[in-house]
């Protein structure tokens, strides 16, 4: 698929308007022209569906976060531990059905807690990606994001975070368009389950 550049905006966003705008981001239409871009911190993400106590199917959360508009791509970040064979085929699952899996071994730390740092990755793709799309959907909540948030919604590309607001960064949040919380769409993006 082939990434058409999208327009360019001569106009930097007013930030009063953006502040107005985040007070009703319940009231979000589809639009088929708009073009979407979904960075997923896969970390952030579990560890949210942990404390909602839920499992997530992750076509229905892509069907929910694009809601009739057009994605350009989804991207999923995670920490591998190549010994891990479920983690394996989750991750060839993804790859299989609509994400680009962008991956780094986990480390460990002294503590005896592992973790991957993947804010760098998911800064450089989110520049890279704003060219050619309208909107950014971030499902993280690290403030290590916000300078390169405000540079991509300086360059007119909406934001939208999705998170769970005692997860979230409020220079995150500040810097956003539209904060979704995921709270809100647990019905929409969790497994069902058999009945």
Known sequence: ??????????????HAQLTKISQHAEVIKPDPDERIVVL?????????????GMEIDYTRLLNCLTRGRSLVRAYF???????????????LWMRHNGFR?????LIQHPDGSKKADL????????????????TIVLLS???????????????GVKIEIVSLPTMTSD??????????DLTKLKSDIEKLRPV
């Open 1 to 14: 698929m082939q990434l058409v550049p999208r327009p360019s905006h001569s106009l930097l966003p007013d």
């Open 40 to 52: 997923i911190d896969g970390a952030n993400l579990f560890y949210a569906a942990m404390q909602l």
């Open 77 to 91: 970040y995670t920490g591998v531990d190549r010994t891990n064979e479920k983690q394996q085929r989750f991750l």
């Open 101 to 105: 899996v962008v991956s780094k071994e």
């Open 119 to 134: 804010n760098i990755e998911m800064a450089v793709d989110m520049l890279t990606l704003s060219q050619h799309c309208d």
């Open 141 to 155: 909540g690290t403030g290590d994001l916000t300078y390169a948030v405000d540079h991509v919604a300086y360059r």
């Open 171 to 180: 220079s995150l949040i500040n810097v956003s368009d539209h904060f979704i």
